[in-house]
């Protein structure tokens, strides 16, 4: 059963892109659009307070008719962070997103950020989970 660890490891991009909360919207919007990604984890002193989306600012700045120059990324950001570890197998992360209706999810050790994992980042792993099983599942039939 695969871990985060080594959904991490796998991963193309290692990088984590962060945000102050105190960080305009505008701010984070312009980082996600430089970076090609769709959030950016709040940390404040290393610490995870909040997650920002593209979806955050929709429906929190665009619909509501608010400014983007003006608007810090605390009044918008998702406040209540759900977390995983490194040892958390991507079943359970997949079903904690599924169910929570989630497409990223800060990966934590000991209170400080390490990584971000998304669904994209999880669907590949467990793929290549069922290959592996099917591969070795096919040797044992074969003999």
């Known amino acids: 059963m ?3 660890v080594q959904v991490l490891q796998d991963k193309s ?3 984590v892109f962060t945000i102050r909360p105190d960080s305009t919207v505008f701010e984070a919007i312009t980082l996600m659009a430089d970076k090609g990604i769709g959030a950016l984890v709040v940390t404040q002193d290393e610490k995870v307070v ?3 989306s593209e979806r955050d600012y929709t429906r929190k700045v665009a619909l509501m008719e608010r400014t983007s120059f003006t608007t810090n990324v605390s ?3 998702t406040a209540t962070v759900l977390t995983v570890t490194t040892s958390t197998s991507i079943e359970d992360c997949l079903e904690l997103m599924t ?4 497409r990223h999810l800060p990966v934590v050790e000991n209170e400080r950020l390490i990584g971000l994992i998304s669904i994209g980042d999880l669907v590949k792993a467990a793929m290549a989970d069922q290959k592996n099983l ?3 599942l096919q040797q ?4």
Do not use: A, F, N, P
């Not at 044992?140 to 003999?143: F, H, R």
């Open 2 to 4: 695969t871990k985060v």
């Open 13 to 15: 991009e290692q990088s």
């Open 50 to 52: 909040g997650i920002i």
């Open 75 to 77: 009044e918008i950001m």
């Open 99 to 102: 169910v929570r209706h989630l």
């Open 134 to 136: 099917i591969e070795q």
């Open 140 to 143: 044992y039939i074969s003999g």
